[in-house]
């Protein structure tokens, strides 16, 4: 590779994977492409050694994605921009419809028209796409598991995989799609339940956990999940699907009492609030595929991980604190 376009670039994985290719691979050019929204910030990508190209613009502006391309003679296009938040999409389903599914069209149609030697595309899914399963299921979603999305966020993010998936194989565009667990780490956005959770503990105000507090995530660290993207490209099955899961899961009650314990706060802080509509009970992937062709595993556990996420947090307040007022969503109110 040569030249690489991520978009999403200035958010919460996009940014970790910036700045993951740039360690990895420096003498690859980066060019770092996003909206700025707000979840979207530079100072995401402020502390990178050796600053890459930013472009400000949409991923849904096929021509100016098309203007990228052939300016920077793009090799390879990883697209982290989504609309993110399922707390969100169930109050403004539109936007997310726009953005998951119009902006995987809008980069392949701007790759097939560029169609220079073949430009790899890669797309970022979710689990979501799965939909969820029952707490007691023994079982874990495989790249073979029809999509089932039961949330408008679900929904946009399995229809921007099934575009990727018509543009490779009808216009023969070279392509790979990887479905992660949920991540956490350094740089979310605190609309997100980890970074939720640390920074109102930090201030002192009530965690919101939801009703169905036994309800269940995978948690993947976002380094581990820059690596699985880095070994897909490098190694991975052109056409192929490969989940990206850890195999931990935790519930939202463990997850309070686990960052208020790290915090030396007790269980008072905890506001028992309603659930979201279509509150997904879990999620589980089946990530053998991964481990098994590319020799991918994840390599940060998560009690660590989580140890060292809060840390971040605590540490890094002038990071998030500008960024509270950009919180669309109020998880303790938004629900009665």
């Not at 930013?54 to 021509?63: A, E, L």
Request: negative net charge.
């Amino acid at each position: 590779m040569s030249a690489i376009l991520v978009t999403g670039a200035a958010g919460f994985i996009g940014s970790n994977f910036v700045r993951h290719w740039r360690r990895a691979h420096p003498q690859d050019r980066v060019v770092a492409f996003d909206l700025l929204t707000y979840s979207g910030t530079l100072a995401n990508l402020a502390d990178l050694d050796d600053p890459v190209t930013f472009v400000r613009g949409d991923i849904r502006d096929q021509p100016a994605v098309e203007g990228v391309l052939r300016e920077h003679g793009v090799d390879v296009v990883v697209n982290f921009a989504a609309e993110s938040h399922n707390s969100r999409a169930v109050l403004d389903p539109t936007a997310f419809f726009e953005t998951n599914v119009l902006g995987p069209v809008a980069l392949m149609e701007a790759v097939r028209r560029v169609g220079r030697d073949g430009i790899r595309f890669h797309q970022i899914s979710t689990c979501e796409v799965y939909g969820d399963m029952a707490l007691d299921d023994p079982g874990a979603f495989t790249e073979e598991s029809p999509y089932r999305p039961r949330t408008p966020y679900n929904a946009a993010k399995a229809g921007g995989d099934h575009a990727v998936r018509a543009f490779g194989h009808t216009y023969g565009i070279p392509f790979t799609i990887t479905t992660c667990a949920n991540n956490y780490g350094p740089y979310q956005f605190p609309e997100k339940v980890i970074p939720l959770f640390v920074t109102r503990a930090l201030r002192g105000l009530p965690l919101p956990v939801y009703a169905s507090s036994r309800n269940r995530r995978e948690w993947l660290h976002v380094a581990d999940h820059c690596r699985a993207v880095e070994a897909v490209l490098l190694h991975g099955r052109l056409g192929e699907t490969y989940n990206v899961g850890s195999g931990v899961e935790v519930d939202v009650e463990t997850l309070a009492d686990a960052v208020l314990a790290e915090l030396g706060l007790g269980p008072e802080l905890k506001q028992r609030v309603p659930d979201r509509p279509s509150h997904d009970r879990r999620y589980l992937l089946d990530s053998g595929r991964l481990r098994g062709e590319l020799g991918w595993a994840p390599t940060i556990g998560f009690d660590a991980g989580l140890a060292e996420t809060v840390a971040w947090y605590r540490q890094h307040e002038a990071w998030w604190r500008p960024l509270l007022d950009r919180v669309q969503v109020a998880e303790e109110t938004a629900w009665r």
